[in-house]
């Protein structure tokens, strides 16, 4: 491999001073993964986690290979050690290398955070028209989300009821549009809430109003003018009937156990809500919404290593945001305790 003309610093080394460029205000700052709090966390607890997962399944299996794989990937993401591109810039010469990424989907914040500004860049640009869009979420009683964390076929039937159940709504208040009008939506599924806790629930970024065809053959937008509050908070109880009565006749819950689910007092555990509208004109704004649906389990900017007890954080300072400390994690240490 040919020397490159500028050598880039060791990790650990103090970065060179940065080429006198004309007008320069941008500067690429090489991100270093060792550093982080969560890079020694897998490093040094990789091993162990595998084998009590390894020992806890009664099967011996553990955990997925995915996982497995996932997780040494990380650990060589970022790394110039693990292989690198180099980078020339043919008008003024100056090189640099660029460590290759792991492109994972479960692990790695940097490759997750790319990838969720892309999706949400792609489809700002590309694929949502300037028409106003709605976000909706659902989430559901604790009862039932295991079996949509081990069954894309069961969240996949909780999904299309819910997407049934928003287009009817949406043809009901959007005046004009006839019953077999159809809706433009995205879905995101997230299994994690704010604390790393599991909690499967849904994201849709849903245009705010239905299409249907007109007499003359074009394909005619009607907004959904008369959506109110109490149109979602009404959403929820059909939702809740439609996935009890699919839990039941699918034997995953009996009659007795769905029917007690029912009378639970207000919404049994379900909860829509659709309280977020952005104008179709508000680009930043709609890319922003795809931001945070596309998002990963965790940034790392939540987390926080004070003495070496690695905290979660919500996004502030520990002294003055919530924490949900990680247990039994230290960094910097072999095994932990």
Same mark, same amino acid.
């Given at each position: 491999?040919?020397?490159?003309?500028?050598?880039?610093?060791?990790?650990?080394?103090?970065?060179?001073?940065?080429?006198d460029?004309p007008?320069?205000?941008?500067?690429?700052?090489p991100?270093r993964?060792?550093?982080?709090?969560?890079?020694p966390?897998?490093?040094?607890h990789?091993?162990?986690?595998l084998?009590?997962?390894?020992?806890?399944?009664?099967?011996?299996?553990?955990?997925?290979?995915?996982?497995?794989?996932?997780?040494?990937?990380?650990?060589?993401?970022?790394?110039?050690?693990?292989?690198?591109a180099?980078?020339?810039?043919?008008?003024?010469?100056?090189e640099?290398?660029?460590?290759?990424?792991?492109?994972?989907?479960?692990?790695?914040?940097?490759?997750?955070?790319?990838?969720?500004?892309?999706?949400?860049?792609?489809?700002?640009?590309?694929?949502?028209?300037?028409?106003?869009?709605?976000?909706?979420?659902?989430?559901?009683?604790?009862?039932?989300?295991?079996?949509?964390?081990g069954s894309?076929?069961i969240?996949?039937?909780?999904l299309?009821?819910?997407?049934?159940?928003?287009?009817?709504?949406?043809? *009901? $208040?959007?005046?004009?549009?006839?019953?077999?009008?159809?809706? /433009?939506? #995205? @879905?995101?599924?997230h299994?994690? &809430?704010?604390?790393?806790?599991?909690?499967?629930?849904?994201?849709?970024?849903?245009?705010?109003?239905?299409?249907?065809?007109?007499?003359d053959?074009?394909?005619?937008?009607?907004?959904?003018?008369?959506?109110?509050?109490?149109?979602?908070?009404?959403?929820q109880?059909?939702?809740?009937?439609?996935?009890?009565?699919?839990? *039941? $006749?699918?034997?995953?819950?009996?009659?007795?156990?769905?029917? /007690?689910? #029912? @009378?639970?007092?207000?919404?049994? &555990?379900?909860?829509?809500?659709?309280?977020?509208?952005?104008?179709?004109?508000?680009?930043?704004?709609?890319?922003r919404?795809?931001?945070?649906?596309?998002?990963p389990?965790?940034?790392l900017e939540?987390?926080?290593?004070?003495?070496?007890?690695?905290s979660?954080?919500?996004?502030?300072?520990?002294?003055?945001?919530?924490?949900?400390?990680?247990?039994?994690?230290?960094?910097?240490?072999?095994?932990p305790?």
């Amino acid at each position: 491999m040919a020397i490159p003309t500028q050598r880039l610093p060791r990790y650990g080394h103090h970065a060179p001073a940065t080429p006198d460029w004309p007008s320069s205000r941008h500067v690429y700052r090489p991100r270093r993964p060792t550093t982080t709090p969560l890079y020694p966390v897998v490093q040094h607890h990789l091993e162990t986690f595998l084998a009590q997962a390894t020992e806890s399944d009664p099967m011996g299996y553990g955990v997925p290979s995915w996982v497995e794989n996932d997780l040494r990937a990380y650990l060589r993401c970022g790394i110039l050690a693990h292989g690198f591109a180099r980078v020339r810039c043919e008008d003024c010469g100056h090189e640099r290398l660029l460590a290759f990424s792991c492109a994972t989907r479960g692990v790695c914040p940097s490759c997750n955070t790319r990838r969720m500004a892309e999706v949400a860049a792609h489809v700002t640009d590309h694929v949502l028209p300037h028409l106003p869009v709605r976000q909706w979420v659902l989430s559901l009683p604790k009862r039932l989300r295991p079996f949509l964390e081990g069954s894309p076929d069961i969240a996949g039937a909780v999904l299309r009821i819910f997407i049934r159940a928003v287009r009817t709504t949406l043809c *009901r $208040t959007s005046p004009g549009a006839p019953r077999d009008a159809q809706l /433009g939506a #995205l @879905s995101f599924l997230h299994r994690f &809430g704010s604390a790393l806790n599991a909690h499967f629930h849904f994201h849709l970024v849903v245009l705010d109003g239905v299409f249907a065809r007109a007499p003359d053959g074009e394909v005619r937008f009607h907004e959904a003018g008369l959506l109110q509050s109490d149109h979602w908070h009404e959403l929820q109880h059909v939702v809740q009937r439609r996935v009890l009565r699919y839990f *039941r $006749t699918h034997d995953l819950l009996d009659e007795a156990d769905a029917y /007690g689910m #029912l @009378s639970w007092q207000g919404s049994g &555990g379900f909860s829509i809500d659709a309280s977020v509208r952005i104008e179709g004109e508000d680009r930043a704004g709609v890319e922003r919404l795809l931001r945070y649906c596309a998002r990963p389990p965790f940034a790392l900017e939540r987390l926080y290593a004070p003495g070496g007890i690695v905290s979660l954080g919500s996004g502030h300072p520990p002294e003055v945001g919530r924490q949900a400390r990680l247990p039994a994690v230290r960094a910097g240490t072999r095994r932990p305790h």
